[in-house]
């Protein structure tokens, strides 16, 4: 079974990393294969334990897909969940040697198992859940495998001793839709800060950003607004969520760890009811806020008195009970 993942990002992997563990308790002999590109390939390697794994460029040429193609030789299916298949895309599966297709563009008459209709407006998670119940699997364990790096969690081990509570906050996504401006960020932060008189926020970083979120931190007078310094990768933003009690975020690779990682997060879409099906939030305490319609598509588009009042009830569930109380 091959599995085509060559646009796959961080996010999007994890929330996939149960199917091969699932494939494998079912029947250890069947062989799960994924392309990708040669930077995702150590997570599937290593963190997913595939059994192979071809390396492609993202874009790969008529010939190279060809060669990959001959490579991959004879399967049984391939499972290639894009919403929307492009020409590139169509040439390669017409390349491959397989006995059934499973997709999520129904439109694409090689396409044998067509799940785009059928699972339409249901999460990624249930998409492949279906996917496998048309190979006979049920019953499977749904939980995502989050990759974690021992360095990554002594030093942040090191960096939260002694400090009160806390709440993860991510400003940044891929493209301007989904990422949160300094002052939507700004605007967030104190509202939590409010509400959780107990806890620090804590601003996770992004390559290049350090000294962007450092200055959103020195915002705040409180001393309570803060960043780990240094952030390396994003096995420190890992184990950050990791030792925090909730997430705040726009909608990025960082919402689908905290929901391998067991931490409910407060999410913000740009309007698109499609794309929050697919992939909000998974956690039964989270909350997945869609932003205002308009064009362009921005997720710092938002009405104001319903995020206060959805955040309320988020943090609500977090301050700890009071002497008597039956919260």
């Not at 490579?71 to 929307?84: C, P």
């Not at 492949?128 to 049920?138: A, D, N, Q, S």
């Amino acid at each position: 079974m091959v599995f085509i993942r060559w646009d796959a990002k961080w996010g999007d992997s994890v929330v996939f990393s149960f199917v091969p563990r699932a494939l494998k308790a079912f029947n250890p002999e069947i062989s799960v294969e994924v392309v990708t590109t040669p930077e995702m390939a150590p997570l599937f390697r290593d963190t997913f334990v595939v059994d192979v794994v071809h390396e492609t460029a993202r874009k790969p040429s008529k010939d190279a897909m060809r060669g990959l193609a001959e490579k991959i030789g004879e399967v049984d299916l391939v499972v290639f969940f894009s919403h929307l298949i492009k020409h590139r895309d169509i040439f390669l599966l017409s390349q491959l040697k397989t006995r059934h297709l499973a997709s999520l563009d129904d439109s694409v008459g090689l396409v044998d198992l067509k799940l785009g209709e059928a699972t339409r407006g249901r999460h990624m998670v249930d998409k492949y859940l279906v996917m496998l119940e048309k190979c006979g699997i049920t019953g499977v364990n749904t939980d995502y495998v989050v990759p974690r790096s021992d360095e990554s969690e002594a030093r942040v081990e090191q960096w939260r001793e002694g400090r009160p509570p806390m709440v993860t906050f991510n400003a940044y996504s891929k493209g301007r839709a989904r990422s949160l401006t300094p002052e939507t960020s700004e605007r967030l932060i104190g509202l939590v800060l409010e509400r959780l008189p107990e806890h620090e926020v804590c601003v996770m970083s992004a390559p290049g950003k350090q000294a962007e979120v450092e200055g959103l931190c020195s915002r705040f007078e409180s001393g309570r607004v803060v960043c780990l310094p240094e952030t390396r990768a994003i096995h420190d933003n890992i184990a950050l969520i990791d030792h925090s009690d909730a997430l705040i975020s726009g909608i990025t690779a960082t919402v689908h760890m905290a929901d391998g990682l067991g931490v409910p997060s407060f999410v913000l879409f740009p309007y698109d009811p499609d794309d929050r099906d697919d992939w909000h939030s998974r956690h039964p305490a989270s909350v997945n806020l869609l932003s205002l319609p308009g064009d362009p598509q921005d997720v710092n588009r938002l009405n104001w008195s319903e995020v206060e009042g959805v955040l309320d009830r988020f943090c609500l569930a977090m301050r700890p009970a009071e002497p008597g109380s039956r919260h």
